[in-house]
């Protein structure tokens, strides 16, 4: 058993006094923070305290973003709010011309800039202003944050521009406490013709550089400290990575006055998809782009920093907040999968998912199969359990020459991300997803895990009809699975998937770790996962990745790598189910049970059963710069903070080493929201005061026993 110090130390100073700082800190409170729009002259401005956007109406022009909380000015000089390339020609949405100097925007310059000779002449019009409406239905199905909320709160604004045979449209949305604005255009065919849109950019920004480099740029770039993403992310378990072929940050050649000698300086960021998307939009139709989404935050603070990303996908994929404990069954034997059921419902798991090699084929239409699968979901939705099965799409063999992606270089399969991967638009493809939207319906299954999503190959092949060929291959083949994603959110169906879909409509994905590193030596493996905790949670609010714990071998590693039985490895497993659950995160719980006894099964009733009465807290946000990375050496722990939960803060401390540790931990409880003096209560109930000094900082001095852990909640 772990033992607290009963003594209280430190940390003193003001701490009774409350923090004007904290009382108007939007990641601690929100609530102030709203969009509201009004017009200055011929500007229409739409701000939240946090963020403001200045778009000129005549000629129309984005000529502003500030950062309020900074009191920074984000863009040098006027831009387009979008372009595209029709017929082969291109067409700009607003933007200005003849700037006198590219390193700053006077606003009496204004009046003198003409609007930009390739901007359609025709004027903008503010149509539409209002809430921001939801991109897609979300039907909750399960336990998740109850500070979500669908759609986001915030303001849309909508500019049309009717440039004869077709219409423009630019949406812009500001949402309330973040400094995030969202951006997409449309295009409307209103003409007899078919119009091709060959390409287009949502947003050229020219933004403030974050360094003056006289000499060339060799490495170590700093980059503008804006987060932008888009919801056309692939291959990728992080954000930025997912959007990488379409934001790109680019040379301004029109900043003549930049410091570096070369015009070098990487301060032009341009969001365009690096390939087509060659669509042809009929009339009467519409063609929209993606989402482009781009946050600024007020300081260059790691902790803050990563704090705001954190809120961003709670505010725009709150679906990412649904955490279910899920057992990965590795047998789909029709008696197994029932056992799986019922050890699930004894201890308090809510999930059971047909793992991969467990034999279940979701491509499997018969009646028969379909029929077993509706009885087995009717039999744990009886017990209070969802369940979902595995399906591979990706880095797989269909009939290479007609149903797998084509190498445009090669004219032959492969060469694709996975080496091989199924064309999403050929026959095969259609027929794979007809299969999985009957599964859904027919068995009311609760659960995808959709491995290898589509990682955005090309294919080179024409398929009519949704195919033209390399050019619109990507936008095809992402449409297609962001409308079943899509689907499956509405219906409540829950996503485990590999990529970054989040914006899509998937839930969760890798926490990140290294497959291999499951078949070390347990006493390794913990302290990987801790690690991989740590590092996951960076970017990711915990229930947004999944960690792994099997439970019989995995990839080798023998009888010191592998948990089961579990009656003999009961200290190994509690100290991984310690550790997930600590850091809020769920793993895929890998084997044949959850517990082979009344010992084991009390073990796991115990862990799961601690995690939900904490489970607010423990799925809020961890605070890096007051955890410590494990190491195996010393002590390390993780803290969680939410400034809207009780307990508002929640501290875990963990042993990995064989001897009884002592340690004075530094506390950062800022983000707690708590100012007074603070009651730090552990298991045992017993109570240590702490007082904050002008920070919102204290220490705790804690003892804990060889291999074991122990918890505090910050009230």
Same mark, same amino acid.
């Given at each position: 058993?772990?033992?607290?110090?009963?003594?209280?130390?430190?940390?003193?100073?003001?701490?009774?006094?409350?923090?004007?700082?904290?009382?108007?800190?939007?990641?601690?409170?929100?609530?102030?923070?709203?969009?509201?729009?009004?017009?200055?002259?011929?500007?229409?401005?739409?701000?939240?305290?946090?963020?403001?956007?200045?778009?000129?109406?005549?000629?129309?022009?984005?000529?502003?973003?500030?950062?309020?909380?900074?009191?920074?000015?984000?863009?040098?000089?006027?831009?387009?709010?979008?372009?595209?390339?029709?017929?082969?020609?291109?067409?700009?949405?607003?933007?200005?011309?003849?700037?006198?100097?590219?390193?700053?925007?006077?606003?009496?310059?204004?009046?003198?800039?003409?609007?930009?000779?390739?901007?359609?002449?025709?004027?903008?019009?503010?149509?539409?202003?209002?809430?921001?409406?939801?991109?897609?239905?979300?039907?909750?199905?399960?336990?998740?944050?109850?500070?979500?909320?669908?759609?986001?709160?915030?303001?849309?604004?909508?500019?049309?521009?009717?440039?004869?045979?077709?219409?423009?449209?630019?949406?812009?949305?500001?949402?309330?406490?973040?400094?995030?604005?969202?951006?997409? #255009?449309?295009?409307?065919?209103?003409?007899?013709?078919? #119009?091709?849109?060959?390409?287009?950019?949502?947003?050229?920004?020219?933004?403030?550089?974050?360094?003056?480099?006289?000499?060339?740029?060799?490495?170590?770039?700093?980059?503008?400290?804006?987060?932008?993403?888009? !919801?056309?992310?692939?291959?990728?378990?992080?954000?930025?990575?997912?959007?990488?072929?379409?934001?790109?940050?680019?040379?301004?050649?029109?900043?003549?006055?930049?410091?570096?000698?070369?015009?070098?300086?990487?301060?032009?960021?341009?969001?365009?998809?690096?390939?087509?998307?060659?669509?042809?939009?009929?009339?009467?139709?519409?063609?929209?782009?993606?989402?482009?989404?781009?946050?600024?935050?007020?300081?260059?603070?790691?902790?803050?920093?990563?704090?705001?990303?954190?809120?961003?996908?709670?505010?725009?994929?709150?679906?990412?907040?649904?955490?279910?404990?899920?057992?990965?069954?590795?047998?789909?034997?029709?008696?197994?999968?029932?056992?799986? #059921?019922?050890?699930?419902?004894?201890?308090?798991?809510?999930?059971?998912?047909?793992?991969?090699?467990?034999?279940?084929?979701?491509?499997?239409?018969?009646?028969?199969?379909?029929?077993?699968?509706?009885?087995?979901?009717?039999?744990?939705?009886?017990?209070?359990?969802?369940?979902?099965?595995?399906?591979?799409?990706?880095?797989?063999?269909?009939?290479?020459?007609?149903?797998?992606?084509?190498?445009? !270089?090669?004219?032959?399969?492969?060469?694709?991300?996975?080496?091989?991967?199924?064309?999403?638009?050929?026959?095969?493809?259609?027929?794979?997803?007809?299969?999985?939207?009957?599964?859904?319906?027919?068995?009311?299954?609760?659960?995808?895990?959709?491995?290898?999503?589509?990682?955005?190959?090309?294919?080179?092949?024409?398929?009519?009809?949704?195919?033209?060929?390399? !050019?619109?291959?990507?936008?095809?083949?992402?449409?297609?699975?962001?409308?079943?994603?899509?689907?499956?959110?509405?219906?409540?169906?829950?996503?485990?998937?590999?990529?970054?879909?989040?914006?899509?409509?998937?839930?969760?994905?890798?926490?990140?770790?290294?497959?291999?590193?499951?078949?070390?030596?347990?006493?390794?493996?913990?302290?990987?996962?801790?690690?991989?905790?740590?590092?996951?949670?960076?970017?990711?609010?915990?229930?947004?990745?999944?960690?792994?714990?099997?439970?019989?071998?995995?990839?080798?590693?023998?009888?010191?790598?592998?948990?089961?039985?579990?009656?003999?490895?009961?200290?190994?497993?509690?100290?991984?189910?310690?550790?997930?659950?600590?850091?809020?995160?769920?793993?895929?719980?890998?084997?044949?049970?959850?517990?082979?006894?009344?010992?084991?099964?009390?073990?796991?009733?115990?862990?799961?059963?601690?995690?939900?009465?904490?489970?607010?807290?423990?799925?809020?946000?961890?605070?890096?710069?007051?955890?410590?990375?494990?190491?195996?050496?010393?002590?390390?722990?993780?803290?969680?903070?939410?400034?809207?939960?009780?307990?508002?803060?929640?501290?875990?401390?963990?042993?990995?080493?064989?001897?009884?540790?002592?340690?004075?931990?530094?506390?950062?409880?800022?983000?707690?929201?708590?100012?007074?003096?603070?009651?730090?209560?552990?298991?045992?109930?017993?109570?240590?005061?702490?007082?904050?000094?002008?920070?919102?900082?204290?220490?705790?001095?804690?003892?804990?026993?060889?291999?074991?852990?122990?918890?505090?909640?910050?009230?």
């Amino acid at each position: 058993m772990s033992r607290v110090v009963s003594r209280l130390l430190l940390t003193v100073l003001l701490g009774t006094a409350p923090l004007c700082a904290q009382q108007s800190d939007w990641l601690l409170d929100p609530s102030p923070y709203r969009a509201e729009l009004h017009e200055q002259g011929k500007q229409i401005v739409l701000e939240n305290g946090l963020l403001r956007l200045r778009i000129q109406q005549d000629p129309l022009a984005l000529v502003g973003i500030e950062q309020i909380t900074s009191g920074q000015q984000l863009l040098r000089a006027a831009a387009p709010l979008g372009e595209f390339t029709l017929n082969g020609k291109v067409v700009r949405i607003g933007g200005l011309s003849k700037q006198p100097n590219h390193a700053f925007l006077l606003p009496e310059w204004l009046a003198d800039m003409p609007a930009d000779p390739l901007a359609i002449k025709a004027p903008a019009v503010l149509a539409d202003t209002g809430d921001i409406e939801e991109r897609f239905g979300w039907q909750r199905a399960r336990h998740y944050s109850q500070l979500a909320s669908w759609p986001p709160a915030g303001k849309h604004l909508r500019w049309q521009i009717d440039a004869g045979d077709y219409e423009v449209s630019v949406h812009i949305e500001l949402y309330d406490g973040l400094p995030l604005f969202g951006h997409w #255009i449309e295009l409307r065919n209103k003409g007899e013709k078919p #119009i091709e849109v060959d390409s287009f950019t949502s947003l050229r920004l020219p933004i403030v550089e974050a360094e003056s480099r006289v000499e060339p740029q060799r490495s170590g770039v700093h980059l503008p400290n804006l987060y932008v993403e888009t !919801d056309y992310s692939f291959r990728a378990m992080s954000g930025a990575d997912g959007s990488s072929h379409c934001v790109r940050w680019l040379t301004d050649p029109e900043f003549g006055t930049q410091v570096n000698y070369r015009k070098e300086t990487l301060c032009l960021l341009e969001v365009k998809p690096d390939v087509g998307p060659a669509q042809t939009v009929a009339k009467d139709r519409t063609f929209s782009t993606f989402r482009t989404f781009v946050l600024a935050p007020d300081s260059e603070d790691r902790e803050r920093q990563s704090l705001a990303q954190r809120r961003m996908y709670r505010t725009l994929a709150p679906w990412s907040t649904e955490n279910p404990l899920m057992m990965h069954v590795r047998s789909a034997q029709p008696d197994k999968v029932r056992a799986a #059921i019922d050890q699930c419902q004894a201890v308090g798991f809510e999930m059971v998912i047909l793992t991969f090699g467990s034999g279940f084929n979701i491509e499997d239409d018969s009646k028969k199969n379909l029929d077993q699968w509706r009885d087995i979901a009717n039999y744990a939705h009886d017990r209070g359990i969802q369940i979902g099965g595995y399906s591979l799409l990706s880095s797989r063999k269909i009939k290479p020459e007609t149903d797998n992606c084509i190498n445009k !270089d090669t004219g032959k399969p492969g060469g694709q991300v996975f080496g091989h991967a199924p064309a999403l638009a050929s026959a095969w493809g259609q027929a794979y997803f007809k299969k999985l939207y009957h599964f859904y319906e027919y068995t009311g299954f609760d659960l995808l895990e959709h491995d290898g999503s589509y990682p955005g190959d090309h294919d080179a092949m024409a398929r009519p009809p949704l195919q033209k060929g390399y !050019d619109d291959s990507r936008w095809v083949q992402y449409g297609i699975i962001s409308d079943f994603y899509q689907w499956c959110r509405a219906r409540g169906i829950y996503l485990n998937v590999p990529d970054w879909y989040f914006l899509q409509g998937s839930n969760k994905t890798g926490m990140g770790y290294r497959e291999t590193n499951w078949s070390l030596p347990r006493g390794q493996q913990v302290i990987h996962a801790r690690q991989n905790l740590f590092d996951g949670t960076r970017e990711k609010n915990a229930a947004m990745g999944w960690m792994f714990v099997p439970l019989t071998q995995y990839h080798g590693g023998g009888a010191a790598a592998t948990i089961e039985p579990l009656n003999e490895h009961a200290d190994h497993y509690r100290r991984m189910l310690t550790s997930n659950l600590g850091f809020g995160a769920q793993a895929c719980w890998r084997g044949p049970r959850l517990f082979d006894g009344e010992a084991t099964r009390t073990l796991v009733q115990q862990q799961v059963a601690w995690f939900k009465q904490y489970r607010t807290i423990l799925e809020s946000d961890v605070i890096h710069s007051s955890s410590r990375r494990a190491d195996g050496q010393s002590l390390d722990w993780v803290l969680h903070s939410s400034s809207v939960s009780d307990p508002p803060g929640m501290l875990i401390v963990y042993n990995p080493t064989s001897e009884p540790l002592k340690k004075v931990i530094p506390l950062n409880l800022y983000y707690t929201g708590l100012t007074g003096p603070v009651a730090a209560t552990n298991k045992q109930g017993n109570v240590y005061e702490l007082r904050l000094d002008r920070r919102s900082h204290s220490a705790l001095e804690v003892e804990v026993a060889a291999g074991e852990s122990a918890w505090f909640t910050m009230r």
